[in-house]
């Protein structure tokens, strides 16, 4: 990986961040950790203090892989529900094309009818 990885370990005050081969700052608050790793590399004559990557890793002491394992779960729930919209959009057409109201179509799919015509309406706002 191009760029800084930083090993956030908490302490009383907030937190240490453990600059891999440069140094160890601090910060009270996590979400100004990048900023504060920028900083630092500026003062320490970093030339890509401004645009290197930096990766922030908190150390919570093995809860890291719960939360690992919780954001794919996440991302993934994300993704099955962009498919299932997609292929509700599509059956609801595939209905409404072989003959079915938009009743009819609302009754097979479990919806009300004003969500079978939000599916069955293009891009561009026309219905198919």
Known sequence: MNGYQVVAKKWAEGWELHIEDVG??????????????????????????????????????????????????????????????????????????NGLSITETAVVLGVSRSRVSQLIRCPNGASV
Do not use: H, M
């Open 24 to 97: 160890v700052t601090q910060v009270r608050r996590l979400d100004k950790a990048d900023e504060t790793v920028r900083s630092y590399l500026r003062l320490d004559g970093a030339s890509d203090w401004a645009t290197g990557a930096i990766n922030i890793v908190p150390d919570l002491d093995g809860l890291e892989i719960e939360v690992s394992q919780t954001r794919e779960e996440v991302k993934a729930a994300s993704a099955a529900q962009i498919q299932a919209a997609e292929r509700s959009r599509n059956v609801a057409r595939k209905l409404r094309r």
